[in-house]
């Protein structure tokens, strides 16, 4: 097995899986992008197996301590493992991520299901390298009518991968509907933004909705509209989505005919439709904001928190007093502090007190791991307009 010599003081010491390319000290054995390779210290003491692509930032991604292949049996084992987690925790398999990468042992590889089909990302060289065993145990734990691959991420290119989408197994599904805790959507696959719904953020519609009943609700950053539905279900007295894509409002307007409740949809672009708004006076009682990432990386950090300092900054002028917003970042790179400070210096410049009344995450079909910051990325707050100040 070709090996890779890890420098002192590598994260892998300190509980990441992840070799960045500064941190290899020597590459043995000639290994092929895409191997399996052994990742050891400088004294020779065996580290672990780990995928290997000299093309990438990253080029050793550790998934078992053990040495282990990539075979057929090893891929039906963290499968079956990963499933399980699910069904133990509840998870309605009608809509779920049943592998998230990382946080399943698998670097790269992501498989959503929705209904009897699944969508599979690749977004490792490795992973994407054994589509074809990864198939194969995807029909066996599964058993999809349908298996996609859905492998048009911009990230794909940092491991110098193509982008293409298409059928995998089976034969196009087809439009079809699922339930997400009692809400309706429509999936088209292949289609939609993602690899069809934010499942990340499914288990915070019914959260937030919970506060809707008799407000008037704003939904930024629609999407398929989550946020927007589960409040008119929850008895909101109006409700307003929007969201920059033609297809996205399609889309809201298609599920609220589905789950049979009004919605205003309008295609904009939030910044300039928040700022019209407050020029008009509008008033809600509880404002979402679900932005996408603002920054892929470190070194734009400042302009992405520019962004989120504006769109808190308007939301909170249309909010009355007692009234709520509902604030997500899905960033790893700007963590709780930077968010919290980042609302704080919105909340400054609108005169407004904000009372913090709850926290959201990430949905447990999307695991952090301890040693792994980036696999807690979703971050949300609920905040209350204190009134009287
Ligand atoms: N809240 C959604 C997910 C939002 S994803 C859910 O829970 O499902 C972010 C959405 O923001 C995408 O649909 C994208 O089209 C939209 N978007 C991105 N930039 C925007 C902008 N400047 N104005 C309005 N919508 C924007």
């Given at each position: 097995?070709?090996?890779?010599?890890?420098?002192?003081?590598?994260?892998?010491?300190?509980?990441?899986?992840?070799?960045?390319?500064?941190?290899?000290l020597?590459?043995?054995?000639?290994?092929?992008?895409?191997?399996?390779?052994?990742?050891?210290?400088?004294?020779?003491?065996?580290?672990?197996?780990?995928?290997?692509?000299?093309?990438?930032?990253?080029?050793?991604?550790?998934?078992?301590?053990?040495?282990?292949?990539?075979?057929?049996?090893?891929?039906?084992?963290?499968?079956?493992?990963?499933?399980?987690?699910?069904?133990?925790?509840?998870?309605?398999?009608?809509?779920?991520?049943?592998?998230?990468?990382?946080?399943?042992?698998?670097?790269?590889?992501?498989?959503?299901?929705?209904?009897?089909?699944?969508?599979?990302?690749?977004?490792?060289?490795?992973?994407?390298?054994?589509?074809?065993?990864?198939?194969?145990?995807?029909?066996?734990?599964?058993?999809?009518?349908?298996?996609?691959?859905?492998?048009?991420?911009?990230?794909?290119?940092?491991?110098?991968?193509?982008?293409?989408?298409?059928?995998?197994?089976?034969?196009?599904?087809?439009?079809?509907?699922v339930?997400?805790?009692?809400?309706?959507?429509?999936?088209?696959?292949?289609?939609?933004?993602?690899?069809?719904?934010?499942?990340d953020?499914?288990?915070?519609?019914?959260?937030?909705?919970?506060?809707?009943?008799?407000?008037?609700?704003?939904?930024?950053?629609?999407?398929?509209?989550?946020?927007?539905?589960?409040?008119?279900?929850?008895g909101?007295?109006?409700?307003?989505?929007?969201?920059?894509?033609a297809?996205?409002?399609?889309?809201?307007?298609?599920?609220?005919?589905?789950?049979?409740?009004?919605?205003?949809v309008?295609?904009?672009?939030?910044?300039?439709?928040?700022?019209?708004?407050?020029?008009?006076?509008?008033?809600?009682?509880?404002?979402?904001?679900?932005?996408?990432?603002?920054?892929?990386?470190?070194?734009?950090?400042?302009?992405?928190?520019?962004?989120?300092?504006?769109?808190?900054?308007?939301?909170?002028?249309?909010?009355?007093?007692?009234?709520?917003?509902?604030?997500?970042?899905c960033?790893?790179?700007?963590?709780?502090?930077?968010?919290?400070?980042?609302?704080?210096?919105?909340?400054?410049?609108?005169?407004?007190?904000?009372?913090?009344?709850?926290?959201?995450?990430?949905?447990?079909?999307?695991?952090?791991?301890?040693?792994?910051?980036?696999?807690?990325?979703?971050?949300?707050?609920?905040?209350?307009?204190?009134?009287?100040?």
């Open positions: 097995m070709a090996s890779l010599i890890v420098r002192p003081r590598a994260r892998v010491f300190h509980g990441h899986d992840w070799v960045h390319d500064n941190e290899v020597k590459v043995t054995g000639q290994p092929k992008d895409g191997d399996v390779i052994g990742l050891k210290d400088q004294r020779d003491r065996f580290l672990g197996s780990a995928i290997y692509n000299s093309r990438s930032k990253i080029p050793a991604r550790r998934f078992s301590r053990q040495r282990q292949d990539l075979d057929a049996d090893f891929f039906l084992r963290r499968l079956r493992m990963a499933s399980e987690y699910r069904d133990r925790l509840g998870l309605d398999p009608s809509a779920r991520r049943e592998v998230w990468s990382e946080s399943d042992g698998l670097p790269g590889l992501i498989l959503d299901r929705y209904g009897d089909c699944v969508v599979l990302q690749t977004l490792t060289l490795a992973m994407d390298l054994r589509k074809d065993i990864i198939a194969d145990a995807v029909r066996e734990v599964l058993a999809p009518r349908c298996l996609l691959e859905r492998n048009d991420g911009p990230v794909r290119k940092a491991e110098g991968l193509e982008l293409h989408t298409g059928i995998l197994r089976g034969e196009a599904p087809g439009a079809f509907e339930a997400l805790g009692g809400v309706r959507f429509g999936i088209e696959l292949p289609g939609g933004q993602k690899t069809g719904l934010y499942l953020q499914a288990g915070n519609y019914a959260l937030v909705a919970a506060h809707a009943k008799g407000r008037r609700v704003l939904d930024c950053f629609s999407n398929q509209g989550g946020f927007a539905l589960a409040c008119a279900l929850a909101a007295t109006e409700v307003t989505a929007l969201d920059i894509s297809d996205a409002c399609a889309a809201i307007n298609a599920n609220a005919k589905r789950n049979g409740v009004t919605l205003k309008e295609e904009a672009n939030v910044f300039d439709w928040l700022k019209a708004a407050v020029g008009r006076g509008d008033r809600y009682d509880l404002v979402i904001l679900d932005p996408p990432s603002f920054t892929r990386d470190r070194a734009r950090l400042n302009d992405a928190l520019r962004g989120y300092k504006e769109i808190h900054l308007r939301a909170a002028s249309l909010l009355e007093p007692g009234g709520l917003l509902a604030t997500f970042c960033s790893h790179h700007v963590s709780d502090p930077i968010f919290l400070d980042t609302i704080l210096d919105a909340m400054i410049d609108a005169k407004r007190t904000a009372r913090l009344r709850a926290r959201y995450s990430q949905r447990a079909d999307h695991p952090v791991v301890l040693g792994l910051p980036e696999s807690a990325y979703l971050k949300g707050f609920l905040l209350e307009m204190a009134p009287g100040r």
